[in-house]
């Protein structure tokens, strides 16, 4: 018996350290094959968005112009402060956050609503997403195109339609409100298709027997639209508006191809000012500079929302591991 016990002792060590070694080199064969698998994408990533980054933000510092090669002088930060100090920089960031407000609740309570129609039609639901998704795989320059076509005055359709019902129709290229009501109605017709996908994507993903059960209690389409479908897509609901925000503030097709900027650079966002800055006025550095100041707004936006999403996700982790409240025993 004492040969025994003293025999088994010796063999768990060697058996628990062969474990052990087998688990470390698992994650590391993972971890290689993870990294071969992305290798593809990570070099394009690095070529095209990295490598850019880099070469952006040392030309920020200093006064490259566009016509001629190299690097030019070095100005360090004189760049940013002038950026900073530039009233028609912060002119054309207002036009992007106006964009922004004026496009953004559009698009995500149009998708919302329009999803879950399409979601309760029973025929043609193929047809229904198709048509809604197809406008937003549409180049810009061809939605431009017919839409500068039904804007155009007295010959356009939209002219057309205002003076059959003894209207006059708004200046939807040579006015500031027009032109802001020319480029949100083309966004919404255009992009709109995008956050229907997301949007139909998070209605698939609802169990069937959630609407079952709530029918069978007695609950109406409404009420289940309501107090079941739209509190389950809270989470699309975030990421939708986070990407429409972004994408909103990066606008520059449909306003640079209809309007130019105009009238008189009332409607001009500031990609299209960097854009004017770096390639009409060849100020390569100043461009670069002011790039990076939009670069860091961005960032700080999507930082925000980040931190935000994560400070509720860690709120409802710790309220869902917080015992129940135990009712109380009633003393007579």
Known sequence: ???IASERPAERPARRVTLRTDRERAPR???????????PFLIVYLLFMIGPLA???????????????????????????????????????????LFTLLTTPLLVVLALVFAILASRVRRGTVFYRLAFFAPYVVPSSVVV???????????????????????TSPDFIGSTSGGWTAVVLMTLWWTFGFNFVLYTAGIQDVPTEVYEAAAID?????????????????????LVLILQILASLKVFDQIYLLL???????TRPVIEYIYDTGFTSYRGGYGAAATMVYFVIIVAISAAWYALRHYR???????????APRAERRTS
């Not at 017919?146 to 155009?152: A, E």
């Not at 007695?218 to 975030?238: D, E, F, K």
Request: hydrophobic share 45%.
């Open 260 to 266: 130019g900027g105009g009238p008189n650079q009332s």
């Open 145 to 167: 195109l017919v839409f500068l076509w039904m804007y155009t005055p007295q010959v356009g359709l939209i002219p057309k339609l205002f003076s059959a019902v003894g209207l």
């Open 218 to 238: 007695g609950a109406s389409p409404w009420q289940q639209i309501r107090y079941l479908t739209v509190p389950l897509l809270s989470r699309t609901t975030s």
């Open 313 to 323: 996700t860690a709120a409802a982790e710790r309220a869902a591991e917080q015992p």
């Open 55 to 97: 070469v952006g933000i040392v030309v920020s510092f200093f006064n490259t112009t566009t016509v001629k090669s190299g690097l030019g002088g070095w100005v360090g930060l004189a760049n940013y402060r002038t950026v900073l100090q530039d009233s028609l920089f912060w002119s054309a960031m207002w036009h992007s956050v």
């Open 29 to 39: 064969s993972e971890r290689r094959a993870g990294l071969l698998l992305s290798s």
């Open 1 to 3: 018996m004492t040969t």
